[in-house]
């Protein structure tokens, strides 16, 4: 079956321009994780999404970093004014529900900044 | 906030050689630890788990230990093969049914023919 999927797979942009990534869980599942990796790093969490509950924003790094998810479907996490210290791969996964932990990943998409 | 440490960073074995991924955490209250594994170019994918009433999980050739008392958990991968090599991740969550997860910065294992 389908799995979580993401777009772009890479991106390259310039500094200081905005950039939109998205990811589209796997269908039913109710909870959406967004995660940064940084090269040859661990996974940095940003941002929880469940159902219609307010999302657990704690892991924005800053206001420039924010995250949509439209019911229990597709998210957006977009980047303002982008920054070079935003070159990471960032990570999707989502979950059947809160109360399920594994977490189905996506492949990611690569952000380079130049 | 809960840390969690992972050693070695990278671990090279000959197939059939066994292989160990040490993790520490900090947080007390932290009763589940999964483990991904990551191949090149994909999204981390559970392996493995355990849960803090446990101290011991095997599946197949890998298994983890858990020891609560000292804080740390172990990945335990036996008969290894080159399809093994990946980066591999520990993690650990405040709740059995944990939303976030604080992971471990990885260990690149590679599995020499």
């Known amino acids: 079956g389908a799995g979580v999927s993401q777009s772009p797979s890479n991106k390259v942009t310039e500094k200081g321009k905005d950039v939109e990534l998205r990811c589209d869980p796997i269908s039913g599942h109710t909870a959406l994780y967004w995660y940064r990796q940084r090269l040859g790093q661990g996974l940095e969490f940003l941002i929880y999404f469940q159902g219609n509950s307010a999302p657990d924003k704690s892991g924005l790094p800053s206001d420039r970093f924010s995250a949509e998810r439209t019911g229990e479907s597709v998210s957006t996490l977009t980047i303002q004014r982008t920054q070079q210290e935003d070159s990471a791969v960032y990570l999707c996964?989502?979950?059947?529900?809160?109360?399920?932990?594994?977490?189905?990943f996506g492949p990611g998409t690569r952000l380079t900044v130049l | 906030g809960e840390n969690v440490e992972q050693h070695p960073s990278t671990l090279s074995v000959q197939e059939g050689d066994s292989a160990v991924i040490k993790c520490t955490y900090s947080d007390s209250a932290s009763n589940y630890f999964p483990w991904y594994k990551q191949e090149l170019g994909k999204g981390p994918q559970l392996i493995i788990d355990i849960r803090s009433n446990v101290g011991e999980k095997k599946d197949q050739r890998i298994a983890v230990t858990l020891n609560k008392t000292a804080k740390h958990f172990s990945l335990h991968i036996t008969e290894t093969q080159p399809e093994d090599s990946a980066v591999y991740f520990c993690?650990?969550?405040?709740?059995?049914?944990?939303?976030?997860?604080?992971f471990g910065p990885g260990t690149r294992l590679s599995v020499l023919p």
């Open positions: 993690a650990a969550s405040p709740s059995n049914y944990g939303q976030n997860f604080v």
């Open positions: 996964a989502s979950s059947l529900t809160s109360g399920k932990a594994e977490q189905f």
